[in-house]
């Protein structure tokens, strides 16, 4: 799963010329689905979004409030142009997982926002549709997610490693 995450001041999604979603302040997810995806990746990307420290606390420090903390609204797009893989100059999309499946998963990942989150203030595109994304990017600031690779191994470097009944602690 990947996701383009911009802090933005405002955005909107229109479908035929009619608006159907639009927040202030807050985030919007760019989301693409690839076909390995698992409820596991799921959560790994809600919880990310989430609690990404994007926005400035009271006193003005960057970096160290999430669109949690600060009670902002999010705004999800689907986008399954983000799993391209370049033939030359040509996208291919064979990564992405097919829209049957993607569609039902997408509505996964909203719902898990919603309960993990605030369900009011999460707020969405129209999945298959063919949307205009107005987004006024605050700083500028994008931040690109990618969820571990299904069945590899993390690159936490506080990971433990068990060998028989013994541990060593990689990088210590």
């Known amino acids: 799963m990947k996701a383009v995450v911009q802090r933005v001041t405002r955005a909107s999604v229109t479908v035929g010329g009619e608006q159907i979603s639009a927040i202030g302040r807050g985030i919007c997810v760019l989301l693409g689905i690839s076909l390995e995806d698992t409820q596991k990746e799921l959560e790994h990307m809600v919880r990310k979004i989430l609690n990404l420290r994007v926005f400035e606390d009271e006193s003005g420090k960057h970096w160290a409030k999430s669109v949690m903390d600060k009670q902002y609204e999010v705004l999800c797009i689907s986008q399954f142009t ?10 291919d999309f064979h990564l992405a997982m097919p829209t049957e ?3 039902s998963f997408y509505n996964s990942f909203l719902e898990q926002l919603r309960k993990t989150y605030r369900p009011e203030l999460i707020k969405d595109g129209k999945f298959g549709a063919y ?12 931040i690109e997610l990618e969820s571990p690779v299904p069945g590899a ?20």
């Open 82 to 91: 983000l799993q391209c893989v370049l033939k030359g100059n040509k996208p």
């Open 101 to 103: 499946q993607a569609e």
């Open 131 to 142: 949307m205009q994304v107005h987004i006024q990017n605050d700083g500028p600031v994008t």
């Open 153 to 172: 191994a993390t690159s936490d470097p506080k990971q433990c490693i068990i060998i028989g009944r013994n541990w060593i602690q990689k990088n210590s």
